[in-house]
């Protein structure tokens, strides 16, 4: 077996039990010589091994008087899909020479993943440790220029809360925990926000909220910021509650990502249109399929029929359809530019459709068995 493998990006973990006992090159015997040619030729075992999609196979045994038992660890740098196809079909085994035997996944840990953990654990600790050293002339530099003239920081109120210039004059303000909450946003071209410091929530925040018409709280995503913003609620009537990723501090956010969490309240309270929420966490697949289907099908008065594949089957105008439902097979996603009516249903039943999506769904009879969606349900507009 080969002992080079790409970049290793998942362990595939099997445990297994053998009624009898047999020694590791049996169970790695058991391991390419009944998952060959079960997958298809693509994913032979000894296929991946030769190009370097598939590292060397670590097996462990433990005997008694009369069974087998342990586990088995395949190093793997395919997609997750061929894993997932992998282990199943390494499941199917039952006989390890002339023994029963059960294989049973345990596990299949993202090698990347843990390697970003030790890459942010370390980065913090390298980060703590530099904080304690002179501040370089380099990053005396660059504070100037985050708090340069055009938004530079402020303070608010008798108790000189830390703030951004922009709190002031804009309708609505980000209420946020520190200064240093309020220097990041900066960075990520936000200067509408003023820091609480602290959980007693100071008297002229609640004045301060009560000029605007929009309070945005963007709160620490560790179990403090939890309290913190339990505490704001009490106080201060907020519009929006955000907050940082699990376990971050809004002062660790990079600017790239406090964009990500603000932008979609910025521009619903500068267009006064809400924001496109998927209602349903469950039907996050199909909303995938309705996003990508969804900006060459608005406006054309069109309907698009995917096979389960999510391959189009046929694209028609709405007028059309139900004639076409007729004579069509294979049919499981019909997403279309309109309303979806009685009749639609009928003729999406009889072609064995399961699932419709359009803009509306009309007053309908007997929908029972078919999945209706609008393309409001899914997040899309």
Same mark, same amino acid.
């Given at each position: 077996?080969?002992?080079?493998?790409?970049?290793?990006?998942?362990?595939?973990?099997?445990?297994?039990?053998?009624?009898?006992?047999?020694?590791?090159? #049996?169970?790695?015997?058991?391991?390419?010589?009944?998952?060959?040619?079960?997958?298809?030729?693509?994913?032979?075992?000894?296929?991946?091994?030769?190009?370097?999609?598939?590292?060397?196979?670590?097996?462990?045994?433990?005997?008694?008087?009369?069974?087998?038992?342990? #586990?088995?660890?395949?190093?793997?740098?395919?997609?997750? #899909?061929?894993?997932?196809?992998?282990?199943?079909?390494? %499941?199917?085994?039952?006989?390890?020479?002339?023994?029963?035997?059960?294989?049973?996944?345990?596990?299949?840990?993202?090698?990347?993943?843990?390697?970003?953990?030790?890459?942010?654990?370390?980065?913090?600790?390298?980060?703590?440790?530099?904080?304690?050293?002179?501040?370089?002339?380099?990053?005396?530099?660059?504070?100037?220029?985050?708090?340069?003239?055009?938004?530079?920081?402020?303070?608010?109120?008798?108790?000189?809360?830390?703030?951004?210039?922009?709190?002031?004059?804009?309708?609505?303000?980000?209420?946020?925990?520190?200064?240093?909450?309020?220097?990041?946003?900066?960075?990520?071209?936000?200067?509408?926000?003023?820091?609480?410091?602290?959980?007693?929530?100071?008297?002229?925040?609640?004045?301060?909220?009560?000029?605007?018409?929009?309070?945005?709280?963007?709160?620490?995503?560790?179990?403090?910021?939890?309290?913190?913003?339990?505490?704001?609620?009490?106080?201060?009537?907020?519009?929006?509650?955000?907050?940082?990723?699990?376990?971050?501090?809004?002062?660790?956010?990079?600017?790239?990502?406090?964009?990500?969490?603000?932008?979609?309240?910025?521009?619903?309270?500068?267009?006064?249109?809400?924001v496109a929420v998927l209602k349903s966490?469950?039907?996050?697949?199909?909303?995938?399929?309705?996003?990508?289907?969804?900006?060459?099908?608005?406006?054309?008065?069109?309907?698009?029929?995917? #096979? %389960?594949?999510?391959? %189009?089957?046929?694209?028609?105008?709405?007028?059309?359809?139900?004639?076409?439902?007729?004579?069509?097979?294979?049919?499981?996603?019909?997403?279309?530019?309109?309303?979806?009516?009685?009749?639609?249903? %009928?003729?999406?039943?009889?072609?064995?459709?399961?699932?419709?999506?359009g803009h509306r769904v009309a007053k309908?009879?007997?929908?029972?068995?078919?999945?209706?969606?609008?393309?409001?349900?899914?997040?899309?507009?």
């Open positions: 077996m080969s002992n080079k493998s790409g970049i290793v990006k998942y362990h595939v973990k099997l445990s297994f039990e053998v009624d009898g006992l047999v020694e590791r090159a #049996d169970i790695i015997g058991a391991i390419f010589g009944q998952t060959e040619g079960l997958l298809g030729p693509e994913m032979n075992l000894n296929e991946l091994q030769r190009v370097s999609k598939v590292g060397r196979i670590e097996v462990n045994t433990k005997s008694t008087s009369n069974t087998t038992n342990g #586990d088995a660890l395949i190093p793997m740098s395919t997609d997750i #899909d061929t894993c997932a196809l992998i282990a199943a079909g390494i %499941e199917s085994i039952d006989k390890v020479g002339p023994f029963d035997c059960v294989f049973k996944l345990e596990a299949i840990d993202d090698v990347r993943a843990a390697k970003k953990d030790d890459i942010v654990r370390r980065a913090k600790e390298i980060k703590q440790r530099w904080a304690t050293k002179t501040v370089s002339e380099g990053e005396s530099m660059l504070k100037d220029v985050h708090e340069g003239d055009s938004k530079r920081l402020s303070t608010y109120g008798p108790s000189k809360l830390t703030c951004s210039s922009g709190v002031f004059d804009s309708p609505w303000i980000i209420l946020v925990e520190g200064r240093a909450d309020v220097i990041n946003l900066l960075r990520a071209g936000y200067d509408n926000a003023i820091a609480i410091e602290g959980a007693k929530i100071d008297e002229s925040i609640k004045e301060l909220c009560a000029s605007k018409n929009t309070i945005v709280a963007f709160i620490d995503g560790d179990r403090a910021g939890g309290f913190i913003l339990k505490e704001l609620k009490s106080v201060v009537n907020i519009d929006y509650e955000l907050r940082a990723d699990t376990g971050v501090e809004v002062e660790e956010l990079s600017p790239q990502r406090i964009d990500e969490i603000l932008r979609p309240i910025a521009d619903e309270i500068k267009t006064g249109k809400p966490a469950d039907d996050k697949p199909i909303a995938e399929i309705a996003s990508r289907v969804f900006p060459n099908l608005n406006e054309t008065l069109e309907a698009v029929a995917l #096979d %389960e594949n999510e391959k %189009e089957i046929f694209k028609v105008p709405i007028s059309e359809v139900v004639s076409k439902l007729s004579t069509q097979s294979g049919i499981k996603y019909l997403l279309l530019d309109g309303i979806i009516t009685q009749r639609l249903l %009928e003729g999406a039943k009889n072609a064995g459709i399961e699932c419709v999506i309908l009879t007997n929908s029972e068995g078919l999945n209706l969606k609008t393309f409001g349900d899914l997040g899309v507009v």
